[in-house]
C-alpha cells in the first residue's frame, strides 16, 4: 500500500553584511574596513514528497561581499607581532540555532603608501571556510606586515572576495524566514 502525502516546507534565509570597526583605545583610529555586496537569501527548496529532505548546505557566490580597507602607520606600529586580524561574527535577528554560517575569502591585494624600508604586506588565512559565531568574534584572515615605516605610512587592502556557506538545514527546523547580519572587526592580532 502506497500513502502518498505531499509535505511542503520552506525556509528562507537571508543573510546581512555589514561591518564594525574594533574599539580599542582612543589611539587606534584611521584604520578602516569596507564591505560591499549585496543580502543573500537562500530557497530551500519545499519537501513534496515523503522520503526527500533537504540538501542540508548552500553556498553563496564565490563574491557574495568584497572587503577592503586602510591600515594606517599609527596603527601598524602598535602591532606587536605585525598582524592585524580581520574577524567575524553574526548577529541574528530571527535565527535557529542548529544553522551553522561559515565564510572563506579568495584573492585580495596589498599596497604600501609612504616612505617604508623592506616592507611586505601580505593576506593570510581564511580560504577554507571558518565557522561564524553568533556574536563573539572569531579570527577570519590576517593582514601581515614587516618593515620600517617612515612618514605618511599606510597599508591599503583590497579585492577579498568573500563566500558564506549555511549548513545544518533540516525538515526539524520550523519553517520561518531567518535573518542575521554578519559583522566583521579589525584589531591586532
Same mark, same amino acid.
Given at each position: 500500500?502506497?500513502i502518498?502525502?505531499?509535505f511542503f516546507r520552506?525556509?528562507y534565509l ?7 570597526l574594533?574599539?580599542m583605545?582612543?589611539?587606534?583610529h584611521?584604520?578602516t ?7 543573500? /537569501?537562500?530557497?530551500?527548496?519545499a519537501?513534496?514528497?515523503?522520503? /526527500?529532505?533537504?540538501?542540508?548546505t548552500y553556498?553563496?557566490?564565490?563574491n557574495?561581499?568584497t572587503?577592503s ?7 601598524l ?6 598582524a592585524?586580524?580581520i574577524s567575524?561574527?553574526?548577529?541574528p ?9 561559515y565564510?572563506k575569502?579568495?584573492g585580495?591585494?596589498t599596497s ?8 611586505t604586506?601580505t593576506?593570510?588565512?581564511?580560504t577554507t571556510?571558518v565557522?561564524?559565531?553568533?556574536a ?6 590576517t593582514?601581515?606586515?614587516t618593515?620600517?615605516?617612515?612618514l605618511?605610512?599606510s597599508?591599503?587592502?583590497s579585492?577579498?572576495?568573500g563566500?558564506?556557506?549555511i549548513?545544518?538545514?533540516s525538515?526539524t ?17
Amino acid at each position: 500500500m502506497k500513502i502518498n502525502t505531499p509535505f511542503f516546507r520552506e525556509i528562507y534565509l537571508k543573510i546581512f553584511i555589514s561591518v564594525t570597526l574594533a574599539a580599542m583605545s582612543g589611539c587606534l583610529h584611521g584604520q578602516t574596513i569596507t564591505v560591499g555586496g549585496s543580502n543573500w /537569501t537562500v530557497s530551500v527548496p519545499a519537501i513534496t514528497e515523503a522520503g /526527500t529532505n533537504y540538501a542540508g548546505t548552500y553556498e553563496s557566490a564565490t563574491n557574495l561581499f568584497t572587503l577592503s580597507g586602510t591600515l594606517p602607520g599609527s596603527f601598524l606600529n602598535l602591532l606587536t607581532n605585525g598582524a592585524a586580524r580581520i574577524s567575524v561574527h553574526h548577529t541574528p535577528t530571527t535565527w535557529n540555532s542548529n544553522l551553522h554560517l561559515y565564510a572563506k575569502r579568495s584573492g585580495g591585494t596589498t599596497s604600501i603608501s609612504g616612505l617604508c624600508v623592506g616592507c611586505t604586506a601580505t593576506i593570510n588565512g581564511g580560504t577554507t571556510y571558518v565557522e561564524i559565531p553568533q556574536a563573539v568574534a572569531t579570527a577570519f584572515f590576517t593582514i601581515n606586515f614587516t618593515g620600517v615605516l617612515g612618514l605618511g605610512n599606510s597599508v591599503t587592502f583590497s579585492g577579498i572576495n568573500g563566500q558564506v556557506q549555511i549548513s545544518g538545514v533540516s525538515v526539524t527546523i520550523p519553517a520561518t524566514t531567518y535573518a542575521t547580519q554578519i559583522v566583521f572587526t579589525i584589531g591586532p592580532n
